[in-house]
């Protein structure tokens, strides 16, 4: 069984930066699009960033481009969210998630999912 576990999540002020990692275990990933969501306070979840295996195709949701990127590791199995110039509301718990190339889409359905690691922006 496909087990994810994001890390790197903490406090940090108004534009700085933090990187956050999502390491899989159980099997390779190979085929599958990895991704992130987040989840803010009061609000229902949303897409961030996703990659597919070959990493040639990062797509990301409008408010995190050129700020968010994302990127995997296939031989370590790990998929990573480098965010700079962070924003109050970029605050949220974050998710690592993953689903077959073929089926992944921006909804929270039919995924793999991570517990999730909180990231507080303070202004």
């Known amino acids: 069984q496909v087990q994810l576990a994001e890390s790197g999540g903490g406090l940090v002020q108004a534009g700085g930066s933090l990187r956050l990692s999502c390491a899989a275990s159980g099997r390779t990933l190979n085929s599958y699009t990895m991704g992130w969501f987040r989840q803010a306070p009061g609000k229902e979840r949303e897409f961030v960033a996703a990659?597919?295996?070959?990493?040639?195709?990062?797509y990301y949701e409008g408010s995190v481009k050129g700020r968010f990127t994302i990127s995997r590791d296939n031989d370590k199995n790990t998929v990573y969210l480098q965010m700079n110039n962070l924003k109050p509301e970029d605050t949220a718990v974050y998710y690592c998630?993953?689903?077959?190339?073929?089926?992944?889409?921006?909804?929270?359905?039919?995924?793999?999912w991570g517990k999730g690691t909180l990231v507080t922006v303070s202004s």
């Open positions: 998630n993953a689903a077959p190339t073929s089926t992944y889409d921006r909804s929270d359905r039919m995924k793999l």
């Open positions: 990659i597919t295996w070959s990493g040639g195709r990062p």
